[in-house]
């Protein structure tokens, strides 16, 4: 069996708890499955969510077999059509017919790739994000984008651009490039109002097995041969600071910073102005190069011995309850999750959203 807890911004039942209060603790989620022809209603899933993918106010769940549970904002269809039509603000399984293998989710829209590499968009998007082309700025079924011959390895979605790989080491990409972040455009007809309005091959080289790609609100930041090269725009910033840096085993984005994992340390670069950028040391030994981390809009989240810290901006209670007089500023680690009982459950997964916060944990059998 498996829970779901998620704590932060609760906009429009984000959380799938049922409620939409802010919360400062992690606490389950609610999935509601269909068991003999009715509605059932649990904290717990026998399913294994295995990747979680969070919008401005709408989150996106993939389970292992490949179905996608969802909850949250449907404004304009962006977590697409639950399989019983009854919304009461939890996570519901929605319609799609083939298995999923990834999904992401810009601001207002959702993505999801399929077994045999087909790329599908739904939810609004008013700078080319869907990627269905020029003038297509909403839509409330899932559509193809496009079918790759090549097969798909990652989907990193921001703001307003996506980019995918593919397993020949090239980049795809689509959205918002009026900043440079998908790179240089040598074809300016695909560009309207500032976006690529369909997937584009990127000019910026070829990525190998080790490399690693990241995608923020205005830039994009990959790896060749362990060497970062940015696209687009990153305030507080030095270009060749960031270019210098070597032995890079892992890159992760918020909307306004960069981190880089080393053989020996994390290096950020970017906005500080609520403790984004890391520099915390765990009171427990710490070794950068054996540490899990993930981050989200504007802050991160630190795997540690089966703990769960979180820094950065906690406005919406996605770090947790602050120890200091700023109940924003999380300029230090801040313990979310830690497990009593290790017998008991254990962390399989975790993820940053949009100022929310997710562990997933499997609850063993006594």
């Not at 969070?54 to 549970?69: A, D, K, P, Q, V």
């Not at 017919?97 to 399929?114: G, H, N, R």
């Not at 939810?123 to 020029?134: A, D, N, Q, S």
């Not at 109940?327 to 929310?356: Q, R």
Request: charge should be negative; include cysteine; charged fraction near 20%.
């Amino acid at each position: 069996m498996y829970q779901v807890l998620s704590c932060g911004s609760n906009g429009d039942y984000q959380l799938g708890q049922g409620n939409d209060e802010d919360q400062s603790i992690l606490k389950p989620s609610i999935f509601r499955t269909i068991e003999n022809g009715n509605d059932h209603y649990s904290t717990t899933i026998n399913s294994k969510p295995v990747e979680i993918a969070c919008g401005g106010n709408h989150t996106i769940i993939r389970m292992f077999e490949g179905t996608i549970y969802s909850a949250g904002s449907n404004t304009f269809g962006q977590i697409g059509k639950p399989i019983s039509i009854k919304n009461d603000q939890t996570f519901s399984q929605v319609k799609f017919e083939k298995k999923i293998k990834k999904i992401a989710c810009c601001w207002e829209s959702s993505f999801i790739i399929t077994e045999d590499d087909e790329i599908y968009s739904i939810g609004k998007g008013l700078k080319g994000e869907l990627g269905l082309g020029k003038d297509v700025t909403e839509t409330s079924e899932f559509k193809l984008i496009k079918k790759f011959d090549i097969p798909i390895l990652d989907i990193q979605a921001a703001m307003n651009h996506v980019v995918v790989r593919l397993a020949d080491g090239s980049l795809s990409g689509w959205g918002n490039c009026r900043k440079g972040q998908l790179g240089e455009i040598i074809n300016p007809s695909l560009i309207k109002q500032g976006a690529i309005w369909e997937p584009w091959f990127l000019q910026m080289g070829t990525l190998k097995g080790n490399d690693h790609f990241g995608v923020g609100r205005e830039f994009t930041i990959i790896t060749v041969n362990g060497k970062p090269h940015l696209y687009g725009k990153l305030n507080n910033s030095n270009i060749e600071d960031i270019q210098s840096l070597q032995k890079i085993r892992n890159v992760k984005t918020m909307w306004s910073s960069i981190h880089f994992q080393t053989d020996d340390s994390f290096i950020s670069f970017g906005i500080n102005s609520h403790g984004q950028l890391f520099d915390y040391k765990p009171k427990k030994q710490f070794n950068a190069a054996h540490v899990d981390f993930e981050t989200g809009s504007e802050h991160g989240l630190l795997l540690l011995d089966s703990e769960v810290y979180a820094w950065g901006w906690g406005e919406h209670g996605n770090c947790g309850i602050s120890k200091t007089n700023d109940t924003n500023t999380f300029n230090y680690l801040n313990p979310i999750f830690t497990n009593d009982d290790s017998e008991a459950s254990n962390i399989i997964y975790f993820k940053a959203g949009c100022a929310t916060s997710w562990v997933v944990i499997e609850i063993k059998k006594k």
